[in-house]
């Protein structure tokens, strides 16, 4: 009974440690175009040819000792907006990353875009219609598991 209960623990143990580990040590590549946005806005609005328009954008810095480097850019496509990670976009991994706005130096749990697609590369992120990207200056990356930030971008 005693094994049994130690190859439980032990598999259990395991399985956490390689959860919350192995993405230190992995890196997973985006390569989204801008040009993405422009076509499912275009067609889905079954109008001409849709502009994109770049309102502000910032330069992502690392938070709690992470690194975090590259561009981050609000993008209105049509009437919707975006948030737009360049190429240039770097960030350490980690487990459960995600993107969310923030303002004034603090994140905001409710302005969550989805789960981080990448920790290296270009990525777009659609803001939800209840969300007003105006209201907001800054993008956060945030590390669910641990409540902790990853690295911000000002938008200005």
Known sequence: MKKILLIV???IVGGAAYWLLSPFFITRTANEAMEELIRATT????????????LAKGDFKGESFH???GTAELVKVG???FIRLEKDFRVTNGPDLFIHL???GA???EARLGALKGNVGSQNYEIPSDINPLNYNEV?????????????????
Not at 140 to 152: E, L, Q, T, Y
């Open 79 to 81: 009437e919707k907006y």
């Open 43 to 54: 067609a889905a609005t079954d109008a001409g040819r849709i502009e994109s328009q770049i």
């Open 67 to 69: 690194q975090a480097e």
């Open 102 to 104: 923030g303002k004034d």
């Open 107 to 109: 994140y905001v749990k």
């Open 140 to 156: 956060w990356i945030w590390c669910r598991a641990f409540s902790v930030p990853f690295g911000k971008a000002v938008l200005r």
């Open 9 to 11: 623990f032990i598999v």
